[in-house]
């Protein structure tokens, strides 16, 4: 059963997310060969000032 964690940066609308699952389902289902039904996928909204990238923070760039 994969499980598939994506942090992005709060701000997607609930029909991105609804594309990005289903586009990375399919990509599971046809390269591991695993049912659709077995995929799961959680998404965590995270605010620019939750997140840094090389010290540096996603608010101030």
Known sequence: MPI???ALYAGRTAEQKA????????????????????TTIVFQD??????????VMASES
């Open 4 to 6: 598939v964690n994506i």
């Open 19 to 38: 594309a990005l699952a289903k586009a990375i389902t399919k990509a599971i289902s046809e390269t591991a060969g695993v049912p659709d039904s077995a």
């Open 46 to 55: 995270v605010e620019k000032s939750n997140w840094a990238v090389g010290g």
